[in-house]
């Protein structure tokens, strides 16, 4: 084991580590069929007018098990899912977990170079789709419609009955792989997280005491399901006897969420700081419980949302099985407690951290251990910066066939049992006296940006694949206080001037949203330190102001459109055809631009800003906003169960942008 300091004792950060809980070892199938034996009548799928009951549920989930299994997927196999956002996914995911194959999402938005390339290193059994997407799937990828009448025919005949353990090839384990979630990668391409069934009962059992949650309570599944807080709603709703209610694909603007939130009587939701920011003020009589993930809370969204309510921050990476630490949050506990040791000067190792004020991230979860590490991997005292280290139950099994790169992330543990294993996350972090932890900046490059993490590298990546650019950087940059963006930065080949909306729209065929940089600004060298160097600090600002244009915005519903566009963008000029994803626009912005359209008294989907962009062809979407009800509207109901969501699922296939698709 590692020395400590001679001036630190170990009591302290042991303590907070005391974690361990017995009985906790169960796979997906286990914990779900238990639950469901337990409320077998209870809603346990909410989507649009679906409702699937916990019974209804296995029955659908269990004939594509058997069907799977039919087709030879097992234990260690891979089944990617590429289906619409709908009650039908969860029954794939389920039914993948029963079949004792590991699910892989896969979204259907993603660029068709992206997909192809997930699934080429993926190679998936199978993959589940729908007869319109098999199509799009690279030539020779093994697939199942499940809507195709075939299919239909194949899975009628299936045995709808819970799966016994001899049904599967091989005996389902903890210790198998449960699904593959892809992040950003540093060098050049995603990276398939493999995370087994091990730390499924833990968390599950976490946060459903922390958050009280219980049968007959709604939990809102807001992540998409290719980010893993999806796993974590989906976890807490079926193995508490609650109902995870599924977020259409169309509610994206925070008047929409608000509007799922009070038609379907979500009593929990874990939603992004950013979206919360544009969830308009309300009552909210059955949410009970928020939890933010995925970025800094600040102390002013607690202040605004705590009161009334129980509120947490969780943090956690992919690596870790959702969430490894969560704390309970409230107005009195957002700015540091007395007692605590003051901030200290930068280690060397990584920037300043946030200020003070804003909350803890909080104590290791359920079977999970945290530590804070110096460059030698020894604890640094209480109060210190240092690295933080990850460890217990819910640690995945690495990078899918990554072995390098999983031997650099994944190292042994000096702290726990013989073969232990820890994760560096990257993150800096330090303990703070009364054991809470306090996230601290990031040791690289890597970024968080709107809750998604971004490795530069893999932009970096697709971009030199640009016969024009010669060298490129990206970088995060906050010009304005709290408004991160990506902005790639291109030095061109030799004889070359490209342009940088063609440059964007390069990366936009090869990359998710959430990766395309907001602007790309052309540069003749880059800005060099003293030992040769890039200088990022030096690079130059984008120039986003909107062009000089030959007419005025007419009065009314266009003024209006482009005030509030260079407000929400930070320009100084807006002009009536200037585009609002040219000007430095992403689709958080466009949430917010609908949130501040609202406010001036109309209303402006989202989807618009994607598909129009310019304030001139805006202008005539703009309808009134309707008057605050008096009363509320009374939920849907059928057989199924009550508090159905009545909202229509528009097709907004054209639709872009991560927060359609990954949030």
């Known amino acids: 084991m590692n020395p400590l300091p001679a001036t630190e004792s170990p009591a302290a950060w042991v303590a907070w580590n005391d974690t361990a809980r017995e009985g906790l070892h169960a796979t997906l199938p286990e914990l779900v069929e238990a639950q469901t034996r337990k409320t077998p009548d209870h809603p346990a799928v909410h989507y649009d007018r679906t409702v699937l009951t916990y019974r209804e549920l296995g029955a659908r989930a ?15 196999d891979l089944v990617a899912v590429a289906l619409p956002r709908s009650a039908e996914t969860v029954v794939a995911h389920l039914a993948v977990a029963k079949a004792g194959a590991a699910y892989v999402p896969i979204d259907i938005d993603h660029p068709q170079a992206r997909i192809a390339a997930l699934l080429a290193s993926v190679a998936p059994h199978t993959v589940l789709t729908t007869a319109a997407l098999a199509p799009q ?6 697939y199942l419609a499940l809507d195709d009448p075939a299919s239909a ?19 389902l384990r903890p210790e198998h792989a449960a699904y593959v979630i892809h992040t950003s990668g540093s060098t050049g391409a995603p990276k398939g997280v493999v995370v087994t069934h091990a730390g499924l009962a833990s968390l599950a059992a976490d946060h459903i005491e922390r958050f009280g949650i219980g049968a007959g309570d709604g939990v809102l599944q807001f992540a998409s399901f290719h980010f893993d807080c999806s796993v974590g709603d989906l976890l807490m709703a079926l193995c508490s006897g609650a109902a995870l209610i599924i977020r259409p694909r169309d509610c994206l ?29 309300a009552d909210y009589g059955t949410l009970r419980t928020i939890a933010t993930a995925g970025d800094v809370l600040t102390a002013a969204l607690v202040d605004q949302w705590a009161p009334g309510r129980r509120m947490f921050n969780a943090y956690g990476p992919t690596e870790a099985t959702v969430d490894a630490v969560a704390t309970e949050v409230s107005p009195a506990r ?6 605590t040791v003051p901030g200290t000067a930068a280690t060397g190792i990584g920037p300043a951290g946030p200020a003070a004020a804003d909350p803890p991230i909080g104590r290791p979860v359920v079977n999970t251990q945290v530590y804070v590490l110096d460059a030698d991997l020894h604890p640094v005292p209480v109060g210190e910066e240092g690295e933080l280290f ?7 099994r690495g990078y899918l066939n990554q072995p390098g790169l999983t031997a650099e992330r994944f190292l042994p543990c000096p702290f726990g049992r013989p073969g232990a294993r820890m994760y560096r996350t990257g993150d800096l972090a330090r303990w703070r006296v009364d054991g809470e932890l306090e996230f601290r900046g990031r040791v690289d490059q890597q970024v968080k940006i ?12 697709a971009l030199a694949t640009h016969p024009q650019v010669a060298h490129c950087v990206a970088v995060a940059r906050e010009d304005r206080p709290g408004a991160k963006r990506l902005v790639g930065y291109v030095v061109p080949a030799a004889g070359a001037a490209p342009e940088p909306a063609a440059l964007r729209a390069h990366l936009a065929a090869r990359l998710p949203d959430h990766l395309v940089p907001s602007a790309v600004v052309v540069i003749d060298a880059f800005p060099l330190s003293r030992n040769g160097k890039l200088d990022r600090a030096a690079l130059p600002a984008p120039e986003l102001a909107g062009t000089a244009t030959a007419r005025a915005p007419r009065p009314g519903p266009e003024h209006l459109l482009c005030t509030l566009f260079a407000e929400v963008l930070g320009v100084t000029r807006v002009g009536p055809d200037d585009a609002f994803f040219d000007l430095g626009g992403d689709s958080v912005l466009a949430i917010r631009l609908a949130a501040r359209v609202r406010e001036a008294g109309w209303l402006l989907a989202p989807r618009d800003v994607f598909t129009l962009q310019r304030a001139a062809a805006l202008a005539d979407r703009l309808t009134p906003a309707p008057e605050p009800a008096t009363e509320p509207a009374p939920a849907a109901t059928n ?6 969501l009545t909202l229509s699922q528009e097709d907004i296939d054209d639709l872009t942008g991560e927060w359609a698709n990954e949030f």
């Not at 799937?137 to 093994?142: E, F, I, K, R, S």
């Not at 929409?256 to 950013?274: D, F, M, S, W």
């Not at 057989?639 to 159905?644: S, V």
Request: glycine letters at 14%; aromatic letters at 0%.
């Open 62 to 76: 269990n004939p594509l098990a058997r069907l799977l299994i039919a087709r030879g997927a097992g234990p260690e």
């Open 137 to 142: 799937l690279p030539a020779g990828t093994p």
């Open 153 to 171: 025919a194949l899975l009628a005949v299936q045995d709808a009955a819970d799966l016994a353990g001899a049904d599967r090839l091989a005996p």
């Open 253 to 281: 603007a925070g008047h929409e969420v608000a509007a799922l939130i009070e038609r379907t009587g979500a009593t929990h939701v874990t939603i992004p700081p950013q979206v919360l920011t544009a969830l308009p003020p």
């Open 334 to 339: 957002a700015a540091s407690p007395a007692g």
């Open 390 to 396: 990850i460890a217990g139950a819910g640690l995945a």
């Open 450 to 461: 709107r809750g998604f993490r971004i490795e530069p590298g893999e932009v970096e990546a």
């Open 639 to 644: 057989a199924g169960g009550p508090g159905l």
